[in-house]
Nanobody, 119 residues
Framework: QMQLVESGGGLVQTGGSLRLTCAAS????????MGWFRQAPGKGRDFVAS????????SYASSVEGRFTISRESTKNTVYLQMDNLKPEDTAVYLC????????????WGQGTQVTVSS
């Protein structure tokens, strides 16, 4: 089993920044990709960003492109989400996920960290 633990959420004003951290532990870490998703109250879970572990290739939702940056630190089995120019509509629980293979989908999930952006 792999465990994912998120941290770094909090309350910030519009235009502010936060950096989320996702630390992976447990079984020998072997992940095809890792991603960030978010879920606002009463809404479904939305894709935010992903990174391929070996190549570092990234992908973003159009709503966050240019404002959020996903990165990884391989030696620490850690993924980051730098969020700049935050907007009230970014308010959500942010969840980290890991895909063990190219066809597995995201099969490991963290518990989430709350991000609240005040207007």
């Amino acid at each position: 089993q792999m465990q994912l633990v998120e941290s770094g959420g909090g309350l910030v004003q519009t235009g502010g920044s936060l950096r989320l951290t996702c630390a992976a532990s447990g079984r020998t870490f072997s992940s095809y990709a890792m991603g960030w998703f978010r879920q606002a109250p009463g809404k479904g879970r939305d894709f935010v960003a992903s990174i391929r572990w070996s190549s570092g290739g990234t992908s973003y939702a159009s709503s966050v492109e240019g404002r959020f940056t996903i990165s990884r630190e391989s030696t620490k089995n850690t993924v980051y989400l730098q969020m700049d120019n935050l907007k009230p509509e970014d308010t959500a629980v942010y969840l980290c996920a890991a895909a063990s293979g190219p066809r597995s989908g995201y099969d490991y999930w963290g518990q989430g960290t709350q991000v609240t952006v005040s207007s």
